[in-house]
């Protein structure tokens, strides 16, 4: 079957061995499949990426990062075949053929868990076909359209970074940085009655996808501090003047702010510019070695908190809302490519004006 290869730091569409499902598995076709911003960076970055994850106590079931690799872990499918003993008709609640299904991008193996795109022994997303695990995989509900479906992956990121942000009845959140991991915490927000929402980022396209999903103040930073924003919303930014108000017997909401920029010095300057107190939930993942001033963090007792992927439960949450349209993610996908088009989508997706998210569709 067909499949794009990373190669020597290069993608190249190639054949690569047909499938076998085993006990517990199912074969399913891919039906789309997004390329993800870890993708991007993974291209030229994965070894330096896969020796973070093993210093982080990340497992990866011996994954060599100089191998060939079949990216693509945000994805929707169609069930072709089930592994041996495990047919719908041998199994209670088994999902049949011709069902599409989303999955948390891990398949259980013989030799324990395979992380799919980041795996030398199954192929993920960017392929034909894949091999899922049958207790991982949920059904796509509500008629869902496909490219819809695709989009759950990374909007569970976004519902994570939400549930380990402790917000209050009156908090208000400021989401700095708009791609997809700021879009998917703008629609957590909002998913989850929270607001106001200050969205910032320099990108046009990308406020306006923020603005979409619900932001209620949408701030271009080349013009405007968000920061400049707290005080009129009730968010007094001097730890004195939080203090009188307390003493005076009254309350403010809790500042939260979400950093999903992932670039050296964004956490150093969040903390010096967000209000005394706030919590900054810090989802974008920076690769580089980055600098903080502690002292400053600790005077103004600031709160960080680092997030990394999400829960089966908020996988499945997300899919629920997406479906029953507490999450709008139609408009998102601005672009489709087939196989052969997915290396010059890696280049496109480099302007932040030019999408916002590129779907792959194999049998394209």
């Excluded at 398949?107 to 795109?117: R, V």
């Excluded at 908190?305 to 999450?327: D, K, M, Q, S, W």
Aim: with cysteine; hydrophobic share 45%.
């Amino acid at each position: 079957m067909r499949a794009v290869v990373r190669r020597n730091k290069q993608l190249v569409c190639d054949e690569i061995a047909e499938l076998e499902p085993a006990a517990g598995q199912v074969l399913v076709r891919t039906l789309a499949c997004g390329i993800c911003g870890s993708d991007l960076h993974a291209l030229h970055h994965m070894e330096h990426m896969i020796e973070l994850g093993r210093r982080g106590g990340g497992g990866d079931n011996g994954f060599d990062p100089s191998a060939d690799t079949v990216f693509g872990h945000e994805f929707c499918a169609e069930i072709l075949d089930h592994g041996p003993g495990s047919a719908p008709s041998l199994k209670k609640g088994a999902l049949k053929a011709g069902t599409r299904v989303v999955s948390i991008p891990a398949t259980l193996t013989a030799g324990g868990m395979e992380l799919l795109g980041f795996s030398n022994r199954l192929p993920g997303g960017f392929s034909e076909r894949m091999i899922l695990s049958e207790a991982l995989i949920l059904e796509v509900p509500n008629g869902l359209p496909t490219d819809q479906a695709a989009l759950t992956e990374p909007f569970a990121v976004g519902l994570h970074a939400v549930a380990k942000a402790r917000m209050d009845a009156n908090s208000v959140a400021l989401v700095v940085g708009c791609g997809p991991v700021g879009l998917a915490v703008i629609a957590a927000l909002k998913a989850g009655g929270h607001g106001p929402v200050i969205a910032a980022d320099f990108s046009p396209r990308r406020r306006a996808a923020a603005e979409k999903l619900g932001a209620d103040i949408v701030i271009d930073p080349a013009r405007e501090s968000p920061h400049d924003r707290w005080e009129a919303l009730g968010v007094p930014k001097a730890r004195g003047a939080q203090q009188m108000i307390r003493m005076m017997g009254g309350s403010f909401g809790r500042p939260i702010v979400f950093e999903c920029v992932g670039a050296p010095g964004v956490v150093q300057a969040l903390i010096e510019a967000a209000p005394a107190g706030s919590q900054i939930v810090v989802a974008g993942v920076c690769m580089e070695t980055d600098r903080i001033e502690p002292s400053i963090a600790i005077t103004k007792e600031i709160e960080l908190t680092f997030v990394f992927g999400y829960t089966p439960e908020e996988f499945a949450g997300t899919l629920a809302n997406i479906a029953e349209g507490r999450i709008d993610v139609s408009g998102l996908v601005t672009g489709k490519v087939g196989l052969d088009g997915v290396a010059s989508a890696f280049t496109a997706l480099g302007d932040p004006e030019a999408h916002v998210k590129i779907l792959v569709e194999p049998a394209s």
